[in-house]
């Protein structure tokens, strides 16, 4: 069972998360944005989300290595949901067979 710190950490990420992809939308919803603003505003989730795997860069982890390696080449040639499920996928497998 999820004890009630845990659960509520993770709602509270999810929610900053959510947060920062509609947040400058929000701000922003009445002004005409270029086409490099358009940019920026689409980039910025996935920086986002880069700060919650970067710890794995620095894993000594065999397993969370590869995976993050198979992700990598996954991300530089799939969109980002096969490349979501690619990683998962690798770091599931990889835990379970390297450990």
Avoid: Q, W
Avoid at 35 to 41: D, E, K, L, P, Q
Avoid at 53 to 66: E, G, H, K
């Amino acid at each position: 069972m999820i004890d009630r710190t845990t659960l509520f950490t993770i709602v509270l990420m999810a929610g900053v998360t959510y947060l920062t992809r509609i947040g400058g939308y929000a701000v922003l919803r009445n002004r005409v944005l270029s086409a490099r603003a358009t940019a920026v505003m689409e980039a910025a989730p996935g920086c986002v989300l880069i700060s919650v795997i970067a710890p794995a860069f620095v894993s000594r982890n065999p397993a969370d290595l590869l995976a993050l390696a198979i992700t990598f080449i996954a991300a530089t040639r799939l969109s980002m949901l096969p490349t979501v499920l690619i990683g998962i996928a690798s770091a599931g497998l990889l835990r379970h067979f390297i450990g």
